[in-house]
């Protein structure tokens, strides 16, 4: 008989800003493909202006992800290691692997200059501590999901898949994306995160705050004295349009004092080609 999810405790990343850090930026949920160049251009247009001293990105950058040795071979995800790498040369770029682009590699992550970040992490903000997730693993309702998860997330599960041809691997995610459609389609009702293990996540990490995507449903929730802010998606080729940047940043107690602070405030940016 499986865990109860709701009372195992979660085995978390830990990511410390060092005192440098003033501007912390969360993005998810690009859903990057080559069929979407309105949403592409905005997030290279992001990545390229943006002053932030790290960007973490929560998940699901790509649409979808079958193997590092699929990006070799096409100019559209090169293009996106470019606008990786570039960043990553001026600003801390973490990822965090979501439910379409869990099979992101750490060679492909390294040829970027990007870092891994564990789903959980928990990143510590001066006095704050917050905790970061895709988010899918918080959505037990959706049953079908989390066992296709559970097998999926299993590392022999993941290296008999890679070994699979490359055509193969490319014909099984063109099946799952035209099986999400049809549920979008059909108006089924996708599960949000269970209030019960957020709140058990946040005890175990000794957080105020959890931070995650997955849902594409943006909003700030109020848990007790705790709260869940949720990612927006990017979309610019379709309704609804949004681009939004989850902006962290520090603040200080005296202006003659950089140096003492007591929290780091949120704010949500609308991203446009105008924007810093």
Same mark, same amino acid.
């Given at each position: 008989?499986? #865990?109860?999810?709701?009372?195992?405790?979660?085995?978390?990343? +830990?990511? %410390? =800003?060092? &005192?440098?850090?003033?501007?912390? $930026? *969360?993005?998810?949920?690009?859903?990057?493909?080559?069929?979407?160049? #309105?949403?592409?251009?905005?997030?290279?247009?992001?990545?390229? +202006?943006? %002053? =932030?001293? &790290?960007?973490?990105?929560?998940? $699901? *950058?790509?649409?979808?992800?079958?193997?590092?040795?699929?990006?070799?071979?096409?100019?559209?995800?090169?293009?996106?290691?470019?606008?990786?790498?570039?960043t990553a040369q001026r600003a801390h770029?973490?990822?965090?692997?979501?439910?379409?682009?869990?099979?992101?590699?750490?060679?492909?992550?390294?040829?970027?200059?990007?870092?891994?970040?564990?789903?959980?992490?928990?990143?510590?903000?001066?006095?704050?501590?917050?905790?970061?997730?895709?988010?899918?693993?918080?959505?037990?309702?959706?049953?079908?999901?989390?066992a296709f998860r559970l097998q999926a997330?299993?590392?022999?599960?993941?290296?008999?898949?890679?070994?699979?041809?490359?055509?193969?691997?490319?014909?099984?995610?063109?099946?799952?994306?035209?099986?999400?459609?049809?549920?979008?389609?059909?108006?089924?009702?996708?599960?949000?995160?269970?209030?019960?293990?957020?709140?058990?996540?946040?005890?175990?990490?000794?957080?105020?705050?959890?931070?995650?995507?997955?849902?594409?449903?943006?909003?700030?929730?109020?848990?007790?004295?705790?709260?869940?802010?949720?990612?927006?998606?990017?979309?610019?080729?379709?309704?609804?349009?949004?681009?939004?940047?989850?902006?962290?940043?520090?603040?200080?107690?005296?202006?003659?004092?950089?140096?003492?602070?007591?929290?780091?405030?949120?704010?949500?940016?609308?991203?446009?080609?105008?924007?810093?």
């Amino acid at each position: 008989m499986s #865990a109860d999810p709701r009372t195992t405790p979660p085995t978390l990343g +830990r990511l %410390t =800003a060092p &005192a440098a850090w003033h501007t912390v $930026d *969360l993005i998810s949920d690009l859903h990057l493909q080559v069929s979407e160049q #309105a949403t592409f251009e905005a997030w290279h247009d992001y990545m390229a +202006r943006t %002053t =932030a001293d &790290a960007v973490l990105i929560l998940g $699901d *950058l790509f649409e979808v992800w079958v193997g590092d040795d699929a990006a070799a071979q096409d100019p559209f995800l090169q293009r996106c290691a470019q606008v990786l790498r570039q960043t990553a040369q001026r600003a801390h770029v973490g990822f965090m692997p979501g439910n379409r682009d869990f099979l992101v590699g750490p060679d492909f992550l390294s040829a970027c200059g990007v870092q891994p970040l564990t789903d959980p992490t928990l990143i510590t903000l001066g006095q704050q501590r917050i905790l970061l997730s895709h988010g899918d693993a918080l959505c037990l309702d959706d049953k079908p999901y989390q066992a296709f998860r559970l097998q999926a997330r299993n590392p022999q599960w993941q290296q008999a898949f890679l070994a699979k041809p490359l055509a193969e691997r490319q014909e099984f995610a063109r099946n799952l994306r035209a099986l999400s459609e049809s549920q979008k389609h059909e108006g089924m009702t996708f599960a949000d995160a269970d209030l019960e293990m957020s709140l058990f996540w946040l005890a175990q990490a000794g957080a105020d705050q959890l931070i995650h995507g997955h849902t594409h449903r943006p909003a700030d929730h109020a848990l007790g004295s705790a709260v869940r802010h949720v990612l927006s998606d990017w979309s610019l080729d379709h309704a609804p349009l949004r681009a939004q940047v989850f902006r962290l940043t520090r603040h200080t107690d005296t202006a003659d004092n950089p140096f003492a602070y007591n929290d780091w405030r949120s704010e949500r940016l609308d991203w446009n080609r105008a924007q810093a």
